[in-house]
């Protein structure tokens, strides 16, 4: 985050909430859980929104979706059906009052130029509140279909950096943009209105990988990291941050995400994980998943660490699991926020009734545990 920053009256992710609260993966068929439980999202736009507006509502800070164009296949063809990220983004802008909205641009399907303009566009919409999820690019069946080929994995964020250059000059500097990178040029490159957001629209990325904690702590102003063990999430967050401050000067917030099972006892929220993972999940797809984002051949793992595997992403895409009570997951939360965690992104199996239940039983908790500032009265 930039020293000058003067997002902070339009931008609810710099308030002053100790921990913010987002919704993720709300664009799309089946949200972060890879399974045939009842009450999935569909992917319609319909639902889609009436998360949103609820979220918007009770004062939660933003919403990340992500950027998909084919599914995983299995019985659930997991994500299968998605919005497209801008587009969504825009209709979420116009819909909402105060939520902060991003899009998710693949670095190697966006054109940066396009990226900028549509990203300026929105965040006019939003009277400052849009921001972008910059992905490198991971996804290989997914390039193909645009008849693109992926680079190696480090070449990635090589290709990545000159992208949000192009992205943040086009944002902030009058003057027309001359460029000539490894994998972008651009002549006279002209972007007119510039965004609201000043110094430039809210920019996030996730990826664990040395390479990508060093683009993040270099570039954005928040990374996306994700472990299930928190311990082994604590060792990321101070990775990157200390990164970003030892080389760059500059300060990097941490967000990650969290599958929510919250019932009136500890044993009924198990026996829905049970139910929901153990009896109706998606192996097949969550298989597909792993093999996207793992590199080898992950079926000759020992039987066991693949089945971990497989359970941990059908649960909720490898997220921090929130399962309990409203009071042990307000626990929790207060464990992420002392880690040094400023903001959890939150899923769940049935996402409207998820959202309606978080806002009832865990935001007042929440604020008696100074996570959050108490909300104003209606």
């Known amino acids: 985050m930039q020293e000058n920053d003067q997002r902070t009256a339009r931008n609810p992710l710099h308030n002053d909430n100790p921990l913010k609260i987002g919704v993720f993966c709300q ?31 009770a004062g939660w800070e933003f919403l990340i979706p992500i950027g998909r164009w084919r599914g995983y296949g299995g019985a659930s063809d997991h994500h299968g059906r998605s919005l497209e990220v801008f587009t969504w983004a ?34 006019q919409i939003s009277n400052g509140r849009f921001g972008i999820n910059v992905v490198a690019g991971w996804n290989a069946p997914e390039l193909a279909m645009f008849g693109i080929s992926q680079l190696p994995h480090d070449e990635r964020y090589v290709a990545a950096e000159e ?33 609201i957001s000043q110094p430039y629209p809210t920019l996030i990325s996730a990826g664990q990988s ?34 970003a401050h030892r080389e760059h000067h500059r300060k990097l917030g941490v967000l990650t995400y969290s ?32 093999d996207g984002f793992v590199a080898g051949d992950t079926r000759s793992l020992p039987r066991e660490v693949l089945e971990g595997m497989q359970r941990s992403m059908v649960a909720g895409w490898g997220g921090v699991p929130l399962v309990g009570t409203a009071e042990q997951i307000v626990d929790k939360l207060q464990d ?34 100074g996570l959050r500032s108490p909300r104003p009265a209606t």
């Open 90 to 123: 825009a209709g979420v802008a116009a819909s909402t009052k105060q939520i902060h909205v991003f899009a998710t641009a693949h670095v190697p399907i966006f054109h940066p130029l396009l990226a900028a303009k549509q990203g300026a566009t929105i965040d």
């Open 259 to 290: 599958m929510v099972v919250c019932r009136d006892t500890e044993k009924e929220a198990q026996d829905y994980v049970r139910y929901y993972v153990d009896e109706q999940g998606d192996w097949v797809a969550a298989q597909n998943v792993i």
């Open 27 to 57: 664009n799309l068929s089946g949200g972060a859980c890879i399974t045939l439980a009842e009450g999935t999202l569909s992917g319609d736009w319909s639902e889609q929104l009436e998360v949103a507006r609820a979220a918007d509502a």
């Open 210 to 243: 040395t390479v990508g904690i060093e683009f993040a702590a270099k570039h954005m102003d928040f990374t996306f990291q994700a472990h299930a063990d928190l311990e082994e999430l604590r060792s990321l967050v101070v990775r990157a941050r200390e990164l």
């Open 163 to 195: 992208w949000v250059t192009i992205v943040k000059r086009l944002w902030t500097e009058e003057a027309n943009l001359d460029f000539q990178g490894k994998y972008y040029s651009m002549e006279s490159g002209e972007l007119r209105p510039k965004p």
């Open 336 to 369: 992420l926020h002392r880690i040094g965690v400023d903001g959890v992104a939150m899923t769940w199996v049935n996402y409207g009734e998820g959202i309606a239940q978080f806002n009832e039983e865990i935001l007042p908790l929440m604020e008696e545990a």
